[in-house]
């Protein structure tokens, strides 16, 4: 059984920037959540996407948009990059039919 | 809203020493309870969960039992090792399905000394 992956592991944008990341689901899994972990924070919820629409999102910006594929793979994009946006942005997915969520090992980004 | 209020960190033991993380919580409705840890440079691992007042989740040695009069879920270990060194973060979830999201903590760093 595969699980998440993410990539890239590392990212180094400068502000103004649009970045997209990237969240390959753990197989049979039809969901995926999207957190921001900022330094010495604890994982904040972004959205979740559930076959292929927004499911509930968290107090970010307009610029902080997602997608999911029929694969359900998914994107984040960040458009407009500030520094505050350097995070470590985690990926989870979990089933619709289960509380538990399955992280993946995360995106560094860091905005110059 | 619902909110995780975890004990400040961070938190240094020596090996073999009895370890307990606090956590209290505020929640609509009948939240899931979760703890993950997070090793130097990775994701999140889920460690134990309870679904339910007075269920005690357990795993490799930790336990957590769900208290629903105190609202609490504090983390216990009766011997660490150093390879417990870690971020330990408390969560909860107010739905038992998978598409809803988890509100989590601050974060405990944990420190174990040979």
């Known amino acids: 059984e595969t699980g998440v992956t993410q990539s890239p592991t590392h990212l180094i944008k400068t502000r103004g920037q649009q970045v997209t990341l990237r969240c390959s689901s753990q197989s049979g899994h039809n969901t995926v959540s999207w957190y921001q972990q900022a330094l010495g924070q604890g994982p904040q919820f972004i959205f979740q996407y559930y076959r292929e629409e927004e499911n509930g999102r968290g107090n970010f910006p307009p610029r902080f948009s997602g997608l999911q594929f029929p694969n359900y793979s998914s994107e984040l994009n960040v458009n407009a990059l500030e520094l505050d946006d350097s995070a470590l942005y985690l990926c989870?997915?979990?089933?619709?039919?289960?509380?538990?969520?399955?992280f993946g090992p995360g995106t560094r980004l860091t905005v110059t | 809203g619902n909110s995780v209020t975890q004990m400040e960190g961070p938190v240094t033991l020596s090996e073999e020493a009895f370890l307990t993380i606090n956590c209290t919580y505020t929640a609509t409705g009948y939240p899931s309870l979760f703890w993950y840890v997070q090793y130097p440079g990775e994701g999140l691992q889920l460690l134990l969960k309870?679904?339910?007042?007075?269920d005690k989740g357990s795993n490799k040695g930790f336990e957590a039992t769900y208290r629903k009069e105190t609202t609490s879920f504090h983390l216990e270990k009766g011997s660490v090792q150093v390879s417990d060194s870690a971020v330990y973060f408390c969560?909860?979830?107010?739905?038992?399905?998978?598409?809803?999201?988890?509100?989590f903590g601050t974060g405990t760093r944990l420190t174990i000394i040979p």
């Open positions: 309870a679904t339910k007042a007075d």
């Open positions: 969560a909860l979830q107010t739905a038992n399905f998978g598409n809803e999201k988890l509100t």
């Open positions: 989870a997915s979990s089933h619709s039919d289960s509380y538990e969520q399955y």
